[in-house]
């Protein structure tokens, strides 16, 4: 398997995350933006008309005193009306763009091309974080305009001080302390709290269990109610001590930084009190303007801090997300076949799941011919489910390749393939909507088209499941929702194979145990009716294959083509009646099932 993608640079990422928010909001980021501008001037010259007041007072110049004072009056009008202005605008763009980004990152879950971001550790961790961090990523604009106010605050506070001596300018080096520890802070504690994210998320697990409903029956039976409480205490343990140890030493040098800050700081104020014999109005602009410079740099560093911990930590994860999500589709060139002429073909395929040494499918050579039904058969273990979810591109293969009449699977659009896949799977999803909808989900287009919902109900065999509903297809499923219905879980399966009945010219159709929970005779009638119906589709049709995976070899034995799996390897591959004349695996667990039954 490939390498774990490292993370993208942070500045990079932020471009790309600011792109995106001025990609959706244009004029409202560009407004935002220049009120925050704006609002930051009147604040920063108060001390200018302080000094100018000072100088009137000492001077006896009316003229001077009456500017200074309208200038202070203005400062305070206009500091406190830009800031409303500037606060509300900013408000309007964080609520417009906080949609677009929740939407994006949905998206982006939801549509990689395939599920392997759900299963490695080190990729869900991140998910983790990002999935907490993109409900306040829009704060990132904010926080990102509002560092760019308090440095314009800084600059013309350090104008105006280098007004009174070039040597002042000195002070913001002794603010550099405090500046490089905000920036190295923010890094030292997220690396914390990436280390001790697979005790964090056991411990948000671990609080679900005990604490939702479907796991609720079994954890009061066993009585492991203070288990969990006990392990969910331990794993946040876990998590939160390294992560406080690092706050806590990065604070001390935090504090020592500003303790730097605040010596320079009081020898600015002596040095211009008794070492330049300076005029009061300087004075009094020295200790306004220094003291807004400690209050500037606390808060220009501290929005640092945070684009650089929370907010461009968010952006680092989105962009990782987005790049990932694009090199699933790299090199996927290749039209999607209008049928299939020579059928699907595994060429020396081998696959291992992500963070496991082990084979699960071990040069698998196989030839899937068009117009055929298919069985897979095989003990737990034996790559079943595993051998489906690659031809549904849901996984890549390790080495190896899958050709679509002779071409590579990895360049046909993931897509565009999918919208030829139909089929049902053993652990398929309840999907709480109306009936109607849970069924029509399987074919967007025609979701709303009910004779497509009643046909996929009937060749699914759930017609009797719908008939029982209180309101039929407009029934709402799930006892949790208003006037929802609970169904039982061979109900649930039976929806789930009308849903992936909905399609009905797929190239590859696939029933990965989608009817476990039924019987074995209404299986057997299921898939049977099926199989001839997929045998008729022959003569007009477009060349589909049909895989069938079950356990039952009842049903097995209707398929045109059975492949028997073991330990990860093609065992045998033949029809039911050559595979039993070999009498070798497959007949051998034909008999023993046989016998089952009688």
Known sequence: MPSTEQLPAALPSMWRALKRGYDAEPTLLVVAFALSMVAALPDALLALWLKLLADGFVDHDNSLVMSASIGLGVTAAGTWFLRVISDRTQRRFRDRVTIALESHVAHLQASVATIEHHERPEYLDRLTILRDQVFVLDHMYMSL?????????????????????????????????????????????????????????????????????????????????????????????????????????????????????????????????????????????????????????????????????????????????????????????????????????????????????????????????????????????????????????????ASGQILIDGTDLSRIPVEGWRERLAGAFQDFFRFEFRARQTVGVGDVPRMADEPSVVAAVDRAGADDVVSQLVAGLETQLGPTWPEGVEVSFGQWQKLALARGFMRESPLLLVLDEPTAALDAETEHALFERYAAASRRNERSGNGRVTILVSHRFSTVRMADLIIVLDGARVAEVGSHEELMKQNGQYAELYRIQAEAYH
């Open 145 to 397: 305009f509002t560092t760019c106010g308090w440095i314009l605050r800084l600059v013309v506070t350090v104008i105006l001080l280098a007004s009174v001596h070039p040597a002042l300018v000195l002070l913001v080096a002794f603010a550099l302390p405090t500046v490089l520890s905000s920036t190295w802070r923010p890094a030292v504690e997220r690396a914390a709290e990436e280390r001790g994210a697979p005790s964090n998320r056991l411990a948000r697990h671990l609080f679900d269990v005990a604490t939702t409903a479907p796991p609720g029956k079994e954890v009061r039976t066993t009585g492991i109610a203070e288990t969990l409480v006990a392990r969910r205490r331990s794993s946040w343990e876990n998590w939160y001590g390294p992560v406080a140890r690092a706050r806590w030493g990065s604070a001390a040098w935090h504090t020592l930084g500003w303790a730097v800050f605040g010596a320079g700081y009081i020898g600015a104020i002596v040095f211009v009190a008794w070492g330049l014999e300076a005029s009061p109005g300087n004075v009094l602009l020295v200790l306004a303007a220094g003291s807004r410079l400690s209050a500037y740099i606390g808060a220009t560093v501290g929005e640092i801090g945070f684009l650089r911990g929370v907010w461009m930590d968010g952006s680092i994860r989105l962009a990782w997300l987005e790049d990932y999500s694009a090199k699933q589709t790299e090199n996927a060139d290749a039209p999607v076949p209008d049928r299939l002429e020579n059928g699907i073909r595994f060429e020396h395929v081998t696959f291992r799941y992500p963070g496991t040494e082990r084979d699960v499918l071990s040069d698998v050579n196989l030839h899937f011919p068009p117009d055929a039904v298919v069985a897979i058969v095989g003990e737990n273990g034996a790559g079943k489910t595993t051998l489906v979810k690659l031809l549904c591109q849901l996984y890549r293969p």
